[in-house]
């Protein structure tokens, strides 16, 4: 059983930037794509950005140029640098690792006052 320990969310003001951080324990085998979903309330789940374990990284239209993923396969541990955050990133933060099936995070919490 793989367990995902998120930390970094909070509340920023608009303009203002955070970091999530999610690391993965406990998995038998290799971590292969790693990524960040969030849920506003009211809506479905979506992807923000991914990372495969090569480093290709792809990102939500919404995000691109302000959001950067990165990962450390020696920690099984991925990033989310959140830069110029908007009112409108206001969400449920979630990790997300797969290595034959999909694992998550409980979520955490990012709010951005205007």
């Known amino acids: 059983q793989v367990h995902l320990e998120e930390s970094g969310g909070g509340l920023v003001q608009a303009g203002g930037s955070l970091r999530l951080s999610c690391a993965a324990s406990g998995s038998k085998f290799r971590i292969n794509s790693m990524g960040w979903y969030r849920q506003a309330p009211g809506k479905q789940r979506e992807l923000v950005a991914g990372?495969?374990?090569?480093?290709?990284?792809n990102y939500a239209d919404s995000v691109k140029g302000r959001f950067t993923i990165s990962r450390d396969n020696a920690k099984n541990t991925v990033y989310l640098q959140m830069n110029s955050l908007k009112p409108e990133d206001t969400a449920v933060y979630y990790c997300?690792?797969?290595?034959?099936?999909?694992?998550w995070g409980q979520g955490t919490k990012v709010t951005v006052s205007s």
């Open positions: 990372v495969t374990r090569g480093g290709s990284t």
């Open positions: 997300n690792v797969v290595t034959f099936i999909g694992y």
